[in-house]
């Protein structure tokens, strides 16, 4: 059972490898079920009747399995494209905000909030990799570097909009933890085990209802296929950054075009 969740937390990183070993796993599956049971024999009549049952049975809630975790993994996405809309917001207010201080305190200001949107922007391109983790923590570098200075060079000269200031830059920190919060798996392991179970059920039943048959193999090929895509999919949407499916920080980008 550990070897099996150890499999499963390497195949949630990488789409490519859970989409080859869940095929070739199914292939196998469906073959075991056609070449390892018994021949189909004439009074098997019965016994298929009830294998056909537990089959569709098992295929419909194998489907009903497939949408409820593709829906969670759709949610996590659209989660992690709401918190890049809202740090892109959050760096541009603050950079309106810094038009009420002096201008050296805006060359400053500006400077840093360049710097930061920066490394905004290599965090959302760069997956889950020790490089995020890296621009992750030059990130909260340099909100550390902006807070600083808007509380010992802006905020002791009693500026008249302090209050507002400090607001716009504090939601900087609240935009980029809330956007490490969604930074992660939202499939848990315990739904890939229950889905790949499951499949591997399926498709021996598949295998063991054309036993004995000449031709007719296209099942054994179709449905590894079609439920191998399925589960590409759903790690490709629920892994942050990486993979075709994955949020692209163009509202920071568009940011940076526009306002710097």
Not at 67 to 83: D, M
Not at 196 to 225: E, M, Q, S, T
Request: hydrophobic share 50%; proline share 2%; with cysteine.
């Amino acid at each position: 059972m550990s070897m099996i969740f150890e499999l499963l937390n390497s195949a949630s990183i990488n789409s490519v490898f859970l989409f080859v070993v869940a095929l070739v796993l199914l292939f196998i599956s469906a073959y075991i079920g056609k070449y390892f049971f018994k021949k189909r024999h004439g009074n098997n009549v019965l016994v298929d009747d009830e294998t056909n049952i537990v089959l569709g049975a098992i295929l419909s809630l194998l489907a009903l399995l497939i949408g409820f975790v593709l829906s969670i993994s759709i949610q996590g996405y659209n989660e992690r494209q709401k918190t890049e809309e809202n740090e892109a917001i959050s760096i541009g207010v603050a950079a309106q905000y810094t038009q009420l201080l002096t201008p050296e305190q805006q060359q400053t200001t500006k400077t840093l909030l360049v710097e930061y949107l920066d490394a905004r922007v290599v965090f959302f391109k760069s997956g889950m990799s020790q490089e995020n983790q890296y621009w992750q923590a030059i990130s909260f570098q340099k909100q550390a570097e902006l807070w600083d200075f808007m509380t010992t060079e802006v905020a002791p000269k009693e500026h008249a909009s302090i209050n507002v200031i400090l607001s716009a830059f504090s939601n900087l920190y609240v935009s980029q933890q809330n956007t490490l919060a969604s930074w992660k798996h939202h499939v848990p392991n315990a739904a890939w085990f229950l889905l790949i179970v499951f499949a591997i059920c399926a498709n021996i039943l598949i295998g063991y209802n054309i036993r004995g048959l000449k031709g007719k193999n296209w099942l054994i090929f179709l449905l590894p296929l079609l439920t191998t895509l399925a589960l590409f999919i759903i790690a490709e949407i629920d892994t942050p950054g990486e993979g075709v499916i994955h949020v692209v920080p163009d509202n920071l980008l568009l940011l940076k075009q526009n306002m710097f």
